[in-house]
T-cell receptor, first 113, second 114 residues
Framework: GESVGLHLPTLSVQEGDNSIINCAYSNSASDYFIWYKQESGKGPQFIIDIRSNMDKRQGQRVTVLLNKTVKHLSLQIAATQPGDSAVYFCAENLDQAGTALIFGKGTTLSVSS | NAGVMQNPRHLVRRRGQEARLRCSPMKGHSHVYWYRQLPEEGLKFMVYLQKENIIDESGMPKERFSAEFPKEGPSILRIQQVVRGDSAAYFC????????????FGSGTRLTVV
């Protein structure tokens, strides 16, 4: 079965709203997590990452929250823009040199103006 | 500073032919990972390689699929005797291999088997 999963396959928001995309992971040994954005016909693009010694990390307009107690990860996008429309994946792995990432199925974010 | 380069971008093969997908990692990256993505699906791990070594091939089908990362040149994912079910997007990622993360993906090869 899937090691990493997402709660909702689709999310529709209005331009300017804040978006929250959720992810649940099952491997309690995972200690490194990444959010990727994938636009149609393109490869996954790195957004932000977080290690298990943190519970929050902020980037430009994005924030990742990690709750290890319930094995939950979320990506918050502030002031969502039409260009944010894409499929978002969370990925996990063990924080060891060169281990492979395991991906969930993705959430499709649609932003209407 | 070129990223991960994959070629070809699109590949059409008839059933029974061989498909060869190439991946050149980012400069300074010595670790390569191959993933397969079916339409409307997430990325499924296939194989992880370092130069001249296969580290983890637990996601690779036992038959018809093979991968290599020679000392010189790109990593190659080979699919022999392709079938329609092999049609998918194949992505390659590379990383430095240390604990800095740094996984970077290429744009993928879209394989269509007719």
């Amino acid at each position: 079965g899937e090691s990493v999963g997402l709660h909702l396959p689709t999310l529709s928001v209005q331009e300017g709203d804040n978006s929250i995309i959720n992810c649940a992971y099952s491997n309690s040994a995972s200690d490194y997590f990444i959010w990727y954005k994938q636009e149609s016909g393109k490869g996954p693009q790195f957004i932000i990452d977080i290690r298990s010694n943190m519970d929050k990390r902020q980037g430009q307009r994005v924030t990742v929250l990690l709750n290890k107690t319930v094995k939950h990860l979320s990506l918050q996008i502030a002031a969502t823009q039409p260009g944010d429309s894409a499929v978002y994946f969370c990925a996990e792995n063990l924080d060891q040199a060169g281990t492979a990432l395991i991906f969930g199925k993705g959430t499709t974010l649609s932003v209407s103006s | 500073n070129a990223g991960v380069m994959q070629n070809p971008r699109h590949l059409v093969r008839r059933r029974g032919q061989e498909a060869r997908l190439r991946c050149s990692p980012m400069k300074g990256h010595s670790h390569v990972y191959w993933y397969r993505q079916l339409p409307e699906e997430g990325l499924k791990f296939m194989v992880y390689l370092q130069k001249e070594n296969i580290i983890d091939e637990s996601g690779m089908p036992k038959e018809r699929f093979s991968a290599e990362f020679p000392k010189e040149g790109p990593s190659i994912l080979r699919i022999q005797q392709v079938v329609r079910g092999d049609s998918a997007a194949y992505f390659c990622a590379s990383s430095p291999g240390d604990r800095s993360g740094g996984y970077t993906f290429g744009s993928g090869t879209r394989l269509t088997v007719v």
